[in-house]
C-alpha cells in the first residue's frame, strides 16, 4: 500500500434539518471525503423531494458522511454536527418545519451508536445547549440519494435566497468556530 492511499474511511448519516446546510458545512471539513444529501430511514423506496415534503413519508433530510476517523475523529463530527444547526428543536429547524427537517443521526456501526448516544447524554446533561437535545439516534435503516439538483447547492447557488440567509450563516459559524479543522 503506497503513502498515498486515503485511510480508512467511514459513512454516517446526519440529518440536521435542511440538507444543503448540511452539505454545506461537512464538505469544507477536513478528512470528510463525501457528502451526499439524501433521504434516511422513511417508509418508501426511492422518494422525490416532493413526496418527502409532504411530511408523510417518514425520511428525514440527511446526508450521507464520508469521512477518515483517522483525519476526523466522530467525536469531531458530532461537534460540528452539533454546534452548526439546533437539536433541540423536535421537526423544525427555523423555518423549516416537519418530520422531514428533524434533527437525526443514523449510524452504520454499534460503536458509532454507542458513541453517538452517549454524545447526546452527556449534551443534555450538561444543560449547554439549553433546551432538551431531541435529535434521534438510531441504526440506518435506509438512504436514497437526493435528486441531482439538490448535490452541492449552496456551492452551485449561493446568491439563492434561502442559500443566503439560512445556509451562509452556517457556514459562517464552521468557519469561525472550527477554523483549524477546514480543508
Request: charged share 20%.
Amino acid at each position: 500500500m503506497s503513502s498515498e492511499s486515503q485511510s480508512p474511511v467511514e459513512k454516517i448519516y446526519l440529518a440536521g434539518g435542511c440538507f444543503w446546510c448540511t452539505e454545506a458545512v461537512f464538505g469544507r471539513v477536513r478528512g470528510v471525503v463525501k457528502v451526499v444529501s439524501g433521504y434516511a430511514n422513511g417508509q418508501i423506496a426511492n422518494p422525490s423531494y416532493e413526496q418527502v415534503c409532504t411530511g408523510t413519508t417518514g425520511h428525514a433530510e440527511c446526508v450521507e458522511l464520508t469521512f477518515e476517523p483517522q483525519v476526523l475523529p466522530l467525536d469531531k463530527v458530532l461537534h460540528i454536527f452539533f454546534a452548526t444547526h439546533d437539536p433541540t428543536t423536535l421537526n423544525r429547524q427555523g423555518n423549516d418545519v416537519g418530520p422531514q427537517y428533524r434533527s437525526g443521526i443514523y449510524t452504520t456501526t454499534p460503536e458509532q451508536l454507542a458513541q453517538a448516544q452517549a454524545f447526546v447524554d452527556k449534551l443534555n446533561a450538561s444543560g449547554q445547549m439549553g433546551a432538551p437535545v431531541v435529535t434521534e439516534v438510531e441504526p440506518l435503516q435506509h438512504f436514497w440519494n437526493a435528486e441531482a439538483y439538490h448535490q452541492d447547492y449552496f456551492d452551485n447557488n449561493p446568491r439563492q435566497p434561502y442559500c443566503t440567509y439560512v445556509v451562509a450563516p452556517k457556514v459562517d459559524k464552521l468557519e469561525t468556530r472550527f477554523a483549524d479543522w477546514l480543508k
